[in-house]
């Protein structure tokens, strides 16, 4: 692979985030509503139906998708397949490692991270927040353990998709923010 191309791939991946990451204060006007307002949804759905204290609908690894989702829209592991592709292929290995897999969290947390990143990068849904959604799997309290399957359906399919609705509104509201990003991924070619 010639040297160019990398370092052409590599400008123009650095001129995405450094174009969305200047000091623009409609741009972060929107990307603090749409952020508030997605995780605001999902927590209030936390607080109506779990106990304050039983955290489960409200994963972490949403937080991480907040930021990707509205402060850094035109990236490539913003966009829906991404967001949701890379969260559910993840909690699926998630899970699918906590129930096959022996009790051993030095073995069984590599390995859910790791089998997701590849199926992520194979399947093109790379979304770096899914790697904390197949770690929670493992590592999260009995409650989120005791969903087994469930957890790929709710709360990360449905917590997915929230972040989802609310970046298509508030990444669209205005003339300058366009999301998702329709034009060609960025490749880099062998």
Do not use: C
């Not at 999902?42 to 204290?53: D, E, P, R």
């Not at 850094?72 to 993840?90: D, E, V, Y």
């Amino acid at each position: 692979m010639p040297i160019k191309k990398i370092k052409r791939g590599y400008r123009k991946t650095r001129y995405i985030l450094y174009k969305e990451t200047l000091i623009d204060y409609k741009e972060h006007f929107w990307a603090f509503l749409g952020s508030f307002f997605g995780i605001g949804i999902i927590a209030y759905m936390q607080s109506k139906t779990f106990m304050h204290n039983d955290v489960v609908f409200l994963i972490g690894s949403f937080g991480a998708s907040s930021v990707l989702v509205y402060g850094i829209i035109q990236s490539p592991f913003s966009q829906p397949r991404n967001l949701i592709g890379g969260h559910l292929i993840s909690s699926i290995v998630g899970v699918t490692v906590a129930k096959f897999v022996p009790d051993i969290l030095w073995l069984t947390a590599p390995l859910a991270v790791s089998i997701s990143i590849v199926l992520m990068q194979i399947t093109k849904t790379l979304h770096p927040p899914g790697g904390a959604t197949a770690l929670i799997a493992i590592i999260g309290s009995p409650k989120i353990k005791a969903l087994g399957y469930w957890y790929v359906l709710y709360p990360v399919l449905v917590g997915a998709l929230i972040l989802f609705v609310v970046a298509l509104i508030f990444n669209n509201i205005t003339k300058n923010r366009h999301y998702p990003n329709h034009k060609k991924r960025f490749k880099i070619k062998n």
